[in-house]
Each structure stands twice: as C-alpha cells, then as structure tokens.
C-alpha cells in the first residue's frame, strides 16, 4: 500500500495505481494459460519509468486519488516487480479443482465471466489480439535492472549472447528494441550499436533511456560522447534526444498535455533511433536532434 500511495503521489497525472498481473509461471494444467498470456502480456508493453508501465486497470486492485470515482481509461499504471500479483483462477489446474472451484464454474454468468467459464468463445479469446500474437511486433528487451517484460525477447532470459557476441537472430528480425541503463557498463557501444542494426529491420526503432544522478553532466559521460558517432557508423538515425524527469516521461503516455509543476532536475536521458536502410547514411551523423 506505501508503494502504491508513493507512486500515486509521484505521478499525479496517473489515475489509478495498481500492481501488475503476474503471467509468466502460470501453469500448463490451466485450460486457458496460452490466451491468458497473449491477452494479459500486452499490459506489460508501455514500460515509462523504472518498475512502472502505462496500462489500464479494470476491477484489479487499485489505489485511486481522493475522491476520485472508478474508471477504465489509459490514465493508469501498474507497478512492475516486487510489486505483483497473482490472479489465483489462473492457477486451477484441471482434474484437481478445488470444491470452491468448481462451484464458481458452474455457477457463474456465462455472460459476465471471461476466464471461468469452459468452452466460452469470449470475445478475449476471438480478439485480434490472441489471434495473431505470433505476428505480433518482436521487441528485444535488455535491461540492467532485468526487468522482464511479457510478451518480449528479454535478454538474460529468452535470449543470449554466443560465444562470438551476436544474438541467435536471423538478420533483419527485431522491430524493436528498448535498451535501459545498458551503456553505463560498456566501454565501447560500437560493437553494440552494430549488432542490434544486424538483427533489426530498416525502419525499427530502438529506445535508449539512461538515468542520471543528481547533479551529474551527462553530456560529459562515455556513453554520451560515444552514442552520436556509434550509432550513424551501425547504421542508426537518431530521431529524438529529451532529458526528462520521470514525472514528464510518465505523463506523456498518459496522453496528459504541459510540463511537470515546478522545475524538477533531470532524471533520465531518452533516446530514440530509427534503423536506416543497408547502405543508408544519417542525414545527422554525429549529432542529434534535441
């Protein structure tokens, strides 16, 4: 409840704060675990801060601002790991019902319950969503906290480096990439940049976001200095440079319009680079649009 009511405090544009839906140790035995993970994995997608992700929230548990009435809309946020739950009808196995189990089965409206009710053709289950998940976008996630986002390639979890430093992917595989506080860690980004142009299609985007600590220059930081040059030699256009608070980042995918109240210092640097075609050269090398 601390976290939830903190959250709610730092991001007042926000208009519910709940903890995200664990889906990644559902169990096999549950009837309906394969479209539970393709529907619910897409509230997972909109990561805007460190541990929190842009998504709404229904009848889930939830902490609202004071008199505030019940909404579903997109101006909600769901909190990442520790911060979870487990949606305890998920995890009915069949053949080994609990009695209270299978008495809700039986008993409730086949109108009203989407995950309960067997053999229903829910308009969950029909969705274009679950229908073509295997078509959906292949986002590759690398994340220094290790965050593991649903639905994505994670590294360090679906997905490895080999021994030659290349990522088992077929050229051309990614549309996108989200990199978060990586760059910190790495003396030399080229070798990088290059190997993500490698397994993303022309036109992918790729998300760079790297936090930066009171009072810190940024723009003096190795990483900094590096990403211009490391990036348009890979074949990188770099689209969009914006230092944020998190404040400003949460608000903007919350679809709120003006900046943060008050002038709050630099949180993170956001980046965002678009892969240009083979052979294309960046009509900014070098430097960047802020």
Known sequence: MGKLYETLRRYPDAGKVGPALRID?????????????????QFWEHPVAPGVFAAPIDTTFALYPARSGFSIDDRALRLGRPYVVEHTPWYAVEGQLSDEEQYYRSHASKT???????????????????????QRAKVLNIDAADEHIPGWMNFG??????????????????????????????ADSAPLFAELRRAARAGAKMQLRMAVA????????RWA?????????????????????????????LRQQGAAAGAAPVQSVVVTLAALPRGARPLHAGRCRC
Do not use: C
Not at 25 to 41: C, F, H, I, M, Q
Not at 115 to 131: A, C, D, F, M, P
């Open 25 to 41: 140790n559902l169990p096999d035995g549950y009837a309906d675990a394969d479209t539970v993970r393709k529907w619910e994995s």
């Open 112 to 134: 009203f319950s989407n995950w309960s009710v067997r053999g229903k053709q829910s308009s969950t289950y029909l969705s274009e969503r679950v229908q073509r998940f295997d």
């Open 157 to 186: 979890h679906e997905i490895q480096l080999d021994a030659q430093g290349r990522f088992p992917l077929a050229d051309g595989t990614l549309d996108g990439i989200r990199l978060n506080d990586v760059l910190g860690a790495i």
């Open 214 to 221: 009171a009072g810190e220059d940024w723009q003096r930081a």
């Open 225 to 253: 200095q590096q990403l211009p040059a490391a990036a348009a030699q890979a074949g990188w256009e770099l689209q969009e440079l914006r230092p944020v608070t998190d404040r400003e980042s949460v608000a903007r995918r």
